[in-house]
Nanobody
Framework: QLQLVESGGGLVQPGGSLRLSCAASGFSSDYAIGWFRQAPGKEREGISCINNRGGSTIYADSVKGRFTISRDNAKNTVYLQMNSLKPEDTAVYYC???????????????????WGQGTQVTVSS
């Protein structure tokens, strides 16, 4: 069974950067991977996903132009580079295996098959 472990979260000042990693065991290059986040009192939302071969990516409008998702299948790892961080980016970040449709990853909680345990990202001065 696929297992996902996030790392790289922490405390960063507004305007700063972080890179999250999602390491997978039992990894299959057939899986699309998504990043989601959940802030206190809010629903979990999808922010980015990447298809199995890394050629197609999707971003939520809230992070487009600031975050970049990538994957290294040789290392069984998916990354989320987060730049120009804002206080409203504060949340627990989760990676997840997501379903695909017509070759594109589905950035939806309903499309998730497996979740990681999450990593906290706090953007504050």
């Amino acid at each position: 069974q696929l297992q996902l472990v996030e790392s790289g979260g922490g405390l960063v000042q507004p305007g700063g950067s972080l890179r999250l990693s999602c390491a997978a065991s039992g990894f299959s290059s057939d899986y699309a991977i998504g990043w989601f986040r959940q802030a206190p009192g809010k629903e979990r939302e999808g922010i980015s996903c990447i298809n199995n071969r890394g050629g197609s990516t999707i971003y939520a409008d809230s992070v487009k132009g600031r975050f970049t998702i990538s994957r290294d299948n040789a290392k069984n790892t998916v990354y989320l580079q987060m730049n120009s961080l804002k206080p409203e980016d504060t949340a627990v970040y989760y990676c997840a295996a997501v379903q695909k449709r017509f070759g594109l990853c589905l950035l939806s909680v309903a499309a998730v098959g497996s979740w990681g345990q999450g990593t906290q990202v706090t953007v504050s001065s």
